[in-house]
């Protein structure tokens, strides 16, 4: 394995660790802030951070060196990449979670990988899916189905639908944008770089939605508040999005996204430990069961991917 493999690997699982406990730091957030102006403020400072940094260690002389007709193209195309994975898949988990447990957030986030080799399939149009990828979709959304056992009748609650529907569009516009990340990230510019840029990009969709969606524009300044804020932007943005560019620099779509199999236990225990949620053991059972699914589809589209060039 090459150093850069290597530390792809180490880049990963950091992130592992650094996403599953923002769920938590979300809900904390949530006490004090609206959704999408916490979205704005987290993202947008955590953006402009990191082209600052770029800009003092002197990353951005492959971007500047572009033709400008290209140049322009290309912060577009970060632009709408971030759109989809900082204004849609955090804004819209962001949302969801004023009625979804953290717990179940992350479980719903875990189909990512599902989503994102359904896309690439989609983008792509050359592989073809197979029966361990059927058999993935099927047990992912079946172990989804045990986790909301206990809780259909909450379906009645239009708030929690709409919280439910809000996680699963995250699920797809962050896995859109995973994969917009995959086939436009240059390799020439510096993954700090894409990072500030499609943050930035995000964050300040995050102010733009905030006046349609928010249920009040109101910030109630506590310690506890502000302190999850500073988290979730330097640590949960800054540093972990900068990480996920670089694994995405050298690692497929498909084996960045596998985060969302530690995410999960890591929200659930959290949740567990600080915010007084609960999991039952058929929802644990059900939770393994999305987790193998994952697995299966990721499995299956590593063996059509080789398979063409072993024949």
Not at 201 to 225: M, Q, R, V, Y
Not at 255 to 281: C, D, K, Q, R
Request: aromatic share 12%; glycine share 12%; with cysteine.
């Amino acid at each position: 394995m090459t150093r850069p493999l290597a530390q792809a690997y180490l880049a990963l699982a950091a992130i592992c660790i650094i996403w599953g406990t923002t769920y938590t730091a979300i809900k904390f957030s949530l006490r004090d802030f609206p959704p999408y102006l916490l979205v704005g403020i987290r993202q947008t400072a955590a953006g402009l951070l990191l082209i600052g940094w770029a800009w003092v260690a002197g990353r951005t002389a492959s971007l500047m060196g572009m033709p400008l007709a290209e140049r322009r193209r290309y912060l577009w195309r970060q632009a709408l990449t971030g759109l989809c994975t900082i204004t849609g898949g955090n804004g819209l988990i962001t949302w969801g979670m004023q009625e979804v447990s953290s717990g179940l957030a992350a479980v719903i986030g875990s189909l990512t990988p599902v989503v994102v080799v359904l896309i690439n399939l989609a983008w792509r149009g050359s592989e073809r899916v197979n029966g361990l990828m059927i058999a993935g979709v099927l047990l992912g959304f079946g172990g989804l189905g045990l986790v909301f056992h206990h809780g259909w009748a909450d379906f009645l609650n239009p708030a929690y639908r709409w919280g439910i529907a809000a996680c699963f569009g995250s699920c797809f516009t962050w896995s859109l944008g995973t994969v917009m990340a995959k086939q436009w990230n240059d390799a020439r510019v510096s993954p700090v770089l894409n990072a500030g840029l499609q943050v930035t990009a995000g964050g300040l969709g995050g102010f733009a939605l905030s006046p349609f969606f928010d249920p009040h524009h109101t910030i109630a300044h506590t310690a506890e508040g502000w302190v999850s804020v500073a988290y979730l932007a330097l640590i949960g943005s800054a540093l972990a999005f900068s990480l996920y560019m670089f694994a995405l620099q050298h690692l497929s779509a498909a084996v960045s996204s596998l985060y969302t199999y530690i995410n999960p236990v890591v929200a659930i225990m959290l949740g567990w430990a600080f915010l007084g949620e609960h999991l039952s053991a058929l929802e644990a059972i059900g939770m393994l069961v999305a987790i193998v699914g994952v697995w299966l589809v990721n499995y299956g589209y590593r063996k059509s991917a080789i398979k063409p060039a072993t024949q």
